[in-house]
């Protein structure tokens, strides 16, 4: 498939941002500046943008309890970001949500569900009033491999097929859930192969191409939008950070470690452009070097932003 | 009016009146709801407003906070109380709490009926009164209404709610007749209502147990006690002004509730109760509720695990003797 220059270098840039991001909050987390905790997206890049770049600016998606990737996709502000994982006033939620709960419904996200399978049910309820408002929109649900063995995903994968709703399931398969190999949960090879069960497509893909995720995903959202129904799409991709911010990752081998460095989406996408000549080592830099600026600047104003007042913590519990 | 067509009149008004309402639940289209509560209602509105779901209460309940982040707003039927342990995340944890994480975005306006209680020997997994958890979940109004008049004015309410609310039904109750005022009928959410007047002792309660409390009173108005009860209606938002304002009057207060005793909702009342209005108090509050134990399937080892009317004379006359 043709693409233009600009599609091609604004997702590599769209990656390096959400890379960026996250190398920076993990300093800021080790130097202690940001309370909670924290789950990280490095090396799944590639699946975030390449599905948000198949979708329209109305479509919705829910994210889980590793939600900065797939907000920086949807196209949340680097500030409004920045200053929730601060827990400030600027932040999209207000300091309310924090890490694991960004979101903006203006910009198409559902606030993140930090509960794993919790938000496969939530998309199908977007679907279904997708399908009864007869809007030409389409909902994504962005999971883990181990939501798959939660009983949520089952009933609302299936309820999603049976009603043949605007539904596309992504499951980002970094190969654990937490610390623990997939492999050890699951009989079947492909979580894909679960999608006969419910009678809708199954499709696996290298989810560390971003091309090929995006045109997986571009076919997927088309089949929902036209009204055949959902999709299972599995993005095979590798986590190179730990689970969250206490987790020093021991339990990865170091071989497969090693080749999935080799593997890591941004590196690979990189050496594409250039060997396509779409781009020259300047222009990648330059994405970086400016995505950089962009990143430093929301965390001026996020560390300068005031805290909420204590007595916020009463508002917003009922309308 | 039946209770049962007292809540499926308010459902039909409220699809009427507003496009974005529809109904979602297990056996709620043709067949007209387990309870036969939804009769009706799809062969006037059709499926798309009258949903029949798979037997999937997590998606059923999960599906309309989906609906209503894009705008609808969904009621949904759970069959029995007991079976919200099968989607209690999508309640406590996602429905409750939407609004609140996201800082105040979005507006929830759900409502979730289903129906609770004993008394027909239906056993431990289709008899609780699980409403005390839903009142321990800040972002949730509990709604529990004991008449047909009620039932139809709370759940128009609910329906037009912006926030999440769970409308409990009380399955004794959905053959009892009411008088239910014609035309528009709502019933403000939070406001408790007076349904006796006494000066000798106060009695908090709702649903199924208003009408034992009232058999209760009929006796002790008989040995010279005239109570004062106070049907609280809604949970959350609970109006404890007007129960304050009849302690303060009579002087005694006890608390009845069909769910189990500990850490119940006569618990938190009491606790209300007696921090608000100590100095009127003239001796320790009380509590009736069902024993700490499942509820058993036998008549009468239902009957002696559920409170009863002499359970609430017993009490009553402890008061005030």
Same mark, same amino acid.
């Given at each position: ?319 | ?15 009427? @009146? $507003?496009?974005?309402?529809? #109904?979602?639940? =297990?056996?709620?289209? *043709? ?5 036969? +509560?939804?009769? &009706? ?118 329906? @037009? $709610?912006?926030?999440?609310? #769970?409308?409990? =039904?009380?399955?004794? *109750? ?5 008088? +239910?005022?014609? &035309? ?138």
């Amino acid at each position: 498939m043709a693409y233009d220059t600009q599609f091609l270098l604004g997702l590599y840039r769209q990656m390096v941002l959400i890379r960026q991001f996250e190398e920076r909050v993990k300093f800021l987390f080790l130097e202690g500046v940001m309370p909670g905790t924290i789950h990280q997206y490095q090396g799944q890049e590639a699946v975030a943008v390449g599905v948000c770049s198949a979708l329209e600016a109305q479509d919705v998606i829910t994210s889980t309890h590793r939600p900065h990737g797939h907000a920086l996709a949807k196209g949340l502000s680097i500030e409004s970001l920045m200053g929730e994982l601060f827990g400030k006033v600027t932040g999209c939620c207000h300091g309310k949500g924090g890490s694991m709960h960004v979101g903006d419904l203006e910009k198409g996200m559902v606030p993140a569900i930090a509960i794993v399978g919790g938000g496969v049910p939530i998309a199908t309820g977007i679907g279904l009033s997708f399908k009864l408002r007869q809007e030409p929109r389409v909902a994504v649900c962005f999971m883990g491999d181990g939501a798959t063995n939660e009983g949520a995903f089952h009933e609302a994968v299936n309820m999603g097929a049976i009603w043949s709703l605007p539904v596309v399931y992504v499951i980002e398969n970094n190969r654990y859930s937490a610390s623990t190999p997939i492999c050890q949960t699951a009989r079947v090879e492909r979580l894909t192969e679960r999608a006969h069960a419910y009678g809708i497509p199954g499709v696996t893909v290298d989810g560390n191409d971003v091309l090929t995720v995006h045109e997986a995903a571009q076919v997927a959202v088309e089949r929902a939008r036209s009204g055949a129904g959902p999709t299972l799409l599995e993005a095979m991709t590798y986590r190179i950070t730990g689970h969250s911010r206490r987790d020093p990752c021991l339990y990865q081998p170091e071989e497969e470690r090693k080749q999935a460095l080799a593997e890591e989406p941004i590196g690979r996408y990189g050496a594409w452009l250039l060997a396509e000549g779409t781009a020259e080592q300047a222009a990648l830099d330059q994405a970086r070097a400016e995505v950089d600026a962009e990143i430093e600047e929301a965390v001026r104003a996020a560390q300068a932003a005031p805290a909420p007042a204590p007595e916020a913590a009463l508002e917003d519990v009922f309308a | 009016m039946t209770y049962r067509d007292a809540i499926n009149a308010a459902l039909a008004e409220e699809l009427e @009146r $507003d496009e974005r309402v529809f #109904l979602l639940g =297990e056996d709620v289209g *043709l067949f007209g709801g387990a309870m036969a +509560v939804t009769k &009706g209602l799809y062969e006037r509105f059709g499926e798309r407003r009258v949903q029949d779901m798979p037997i999937s209460e997590s998606a059923i309940v999960g599906g309309t906070l989906g609906a209503v982040l894009t705008g609808l707003r969904p009621v949904a039927e759970i069959m029995f109380i007991d079976f919200v342990g099968v989607c209690m995340d999508q309640i406590v944890n996602q429905i409750a709490k939407v609004r609140y994480m996201l800082g105040g975005q979005v507006e929830v306006p759900l409502v979730i009926r289903t129906q609770g209680g004993g008394g027909k020997s239906y056993a431990a997994q289709h008899s609780q009164s699980l409403e005390a958890w839903f009142m321990h979940t800040p972002g949730l109004k509990v709604v529990i209404p004991s008449t047909p008049a009620d039932a139809k004015g709370l759940l128009k309410s609910a329906i @037009r $709610d912006n926030n999440p609310v #769970l409308f409990i =039904e009380h399955k004794l *109750l959905y053959n009892e007749k009411g008088e +239910v005022p014609e &035309g528009e009928h709502l019933v403000p959410l939070g406001q408790a209502r007076v349904v006796r007047e006494g000066s000798g002792l106060t009695i908090a309660t709702y649903s199924r147990m208003v009408g034992l409390v009232q058999q209760a009173a009929e006796g002790l108005a008989a040995e010279g006690t005239e109570v004062e009860i106070v049907d609280l209606r809604t949970l959350t938002p609970l109006d404890e002004e007007t129960m304050f304002a009849s302690v303060r009057k009579t002087g005694r207060f006890l608390a009845v509730e069909e769910g189990h005793l500990t850490a119940g909702v006569g618990a938190e009342l009491v606790a209300r109760v007696t921090k608000n209005c100590f100095d009127y108090l003239d001796g320790p509050p009380e509590r009736v509720a069902a024993q700490d134990r499942p509820i058993p399937c036998a008549p009468a080892l239902e009957k002696a695990t559920l409170p009863q009317v002499e359970d609430i004379l017993t009490a009553a006359r402890a008061l005030v003797g």
